[in-house]
């Protein structure tokens, strides 16, 4: 089972990294994250490059090896680039504004749903029927858009909710007479 993992990552510039024992540290220019190192990967930085390489010849370390480098390659484009989630409200009076930091959703009920940010995420409404999630968190940016989505889904007979914007939703046909 010899399957050494050898997975290197470039360091994008403008991005700070600092490595100890048990955690890993990015800053950059929308923001910092980190995320504890487990102990079965190292990681070895050269220059403008992180190496990660398991530290045993296991299953389990080899995951560990390629999943701590897909969340750092994420945290360094989070930190320099950012991500974001675009979502769209289709239904008759359907609506999103912006209060402050918060976004208040008019979405068929009695009463306006209001969604507070969480830290390091922002909202941005460019027309009352979209609405961007943006961060720098890829977990948390797509957590809050899915939270978001929750509040009213589509349905499949007449489409009406908040979808992704790439989403495309299955109609089904109504009753017949």
Not at 36 to 50: C, G, N, P, Q, Y
Not at 100 to 112: C, I, K, M, Q, R
Not at 133 to 141: I, L
């Amino acid at each position: 089972m010899s399957r050494v993992g050898n997975y290197p990552i470039d360091v994008p510039k403008g991005v700070e990294v600092t490595l100890d024992a048990a955690q890993l540290r990015v800053k950059g220019s929308k923001g910092s994250l980190s995320v504890a190192v487990d102990e079965a990967v190292e990681i070895k930085r050269e220059e403008d490059r992180l190496r990660f390489t398991a530290r045993r010849d296991d299953q389990h370390a080899q995951a560990m090896a390629g999943t701590l480098r897909a969340l750092v390659n994420n945290m360094l484009k989070g930190v320099s680039q950012g991500f974001s989630k675009k979502l769209e409200l289709q239904g008759v009076g359907y609506r999103a504004s912006l209060k402050g930091t918060d976004l208040e959703l008019a979405v068929g009920y009695s009463h306006t749903v209001t969604i507070t940010p969480r830290t390091g995420v922002s909202f941005e409404v460019p027309i009352p029927t979209q609405i961007i999630v943006k961060g720098t968190d890829k977990q948390v940016v797509g957590q809050t858009a899915a939270e978001i989505r929750k509040v009213r889904p589509p349905e499949p007979y007449k489409g009406k909710g908040i979808r992704y914007r790439d989403e495309q939703v299955r109609r089904k046909v109504g009753k017949r007479a």
